[in-house]
């Protein structure tokens, strides 16, 4: 009885070590006797006792490797320490495990040698400022290479870049150098401006000050202008109402039935006042023979009412030939 209780304990601790459960995003590689048998995914599996084995267990989630720094050289020959970072993950288990002895190993001698060959075709300057072409040529060249031993290579990225100490101080003169100039252009920049805004400031304060004397000046004129309209608006007047009043004297004459001596004699009246000024030359009109005979008809006019009126002293002659007025 104990034997056989023996047995039956033996019998159970193989099958369950038989039992396998694969757990989430891992593949185990099964053998037997010493051959490939099949790559078991997620789930429970039992294995035949003895003669088969789990090879080895893959995990399939993104992994990353990060390697040290590896010495390149550039294409102007200046060493530099590069380290990468490569973010893979295992696509087909059965390669990962038959493909390559050591995978990880075999990726971190492939990751250096691609390095130094696009490193190479570059210069310093190309080198620090080309970080992602380079990430990009590593991660086809690398995914490339790596697609037999059943690795996909999903990205890769240089860490740090350490070039050496003397081109790393060379490199900060030069940015110092680099910044200050950038200073003294921004100054530059900055007094600049400022000229040219004071310039326009200085300019548009002459257009103003112009331009108000321009008003200035226009407004003087128009008042003058209107000053000289009103004075000839008030002659134009002036000389209206005078030839009006004249009018209404001649219109007068003729209603009160005035003849033609009584015209002669206003005319005669405007002629004195004509010749009571200062001038030295006066043109007599030509009807100035008629003065004559206006002058005997106010003689003989004068004679008649004297000799109508008692007391009055009688002319005794009268000469024709004086007309009483004095040339």
């Known amino acids: 009885m104990p ?16 039992i396998k459960i694969v757990p989430q995003a891992q593949a185990f590689v099964i053998e037997r006797l010493g051959a490939y048998q099949g790559t078991w995914s997620v789930g429970f599996h039992v294995k035949a006792p003895v003669i088969d084995k789990v090879a080895r267990r893959v995990n399939l ?6 390697f040290p720094p590896q010495p390149v050289i550039t294409k102007d020959n200046v060493t530099m320490r590069i380290d990468t970072v490569v973010f893979y993950q295992i696509t087909d288990p059965k390669l990962f495990t038959y493909g390559v002895e050591n995978p990880m190993m075999a990726i971190e001698n492939l990751t250096a040698t691609t390095l130094r060959n696009i490193i190479g075709d ?22 490339l290479a790596t697609d037999p031993w059943g690795i996909k290579v999903n990205r890769v990225e240089l860490k740090n870049i350490i070039p050496p100490a003397e ?10 150098a680099e910044r200050e100039r950038r200073e003294a252009v921004t100054r530059a920049e900055g007094d600049k401006k400022a000229r040219i805004l004071e310039a326009e400031g200085a300019k548009e304060s002459e257009i103003l000050n112009a331009e108000a004397e321009k008003q200035a000046l226009v407004l003087h004129a128009e008042a003058h202008k209107e000053k000289m309209i009103l004075e000839a608006e008030g002659q134009a007047e002036a000389i209206l109402k005078v030839n009006q009043a004249k009018a209404e004297g001649l219109r007068m004459l003729r209603e009160a039935g005035a ?38 008809a106010i003689a003989e006019g004068t004679k008649a009412v004297r000799e109508a009126k008692p007391g009055v002293h009688k002319p005794t002659e009268f000469d024709d030939n004086h007309t009483g007025f004095e040339h």
């Open 3 to 18: 034997f056989i209780a023996a047995l039956i304990v033996i019998v159970l601790v193989v099958f369950v070590s038989c």
């Open 61 to 66: 989630k993104e992994q990353v490797a990060d």
């Open 259 to 296: 003849d033609e001596t009584v015209l002669r004699l206003k005319s005669l009246e405007a002629f004195e006042k004509v010749a009571d000024g200062q001038a030295t030359t006066i043109l007599l009109p030509a009807e100035l023979g008629g003065i004559a005979s206006i002058g005997t």
């Open 122 to 143: 570059l210069e310093l300057d190309e080198t620090l400022t080309s970080r992602e072409t380079i990430n990009t040529q590593m991660r086809s060249s690398l995914d």
């Open 167 to 176: 081109i790393q101080n060379a490199m900060e003169k030069q940015m110092k």
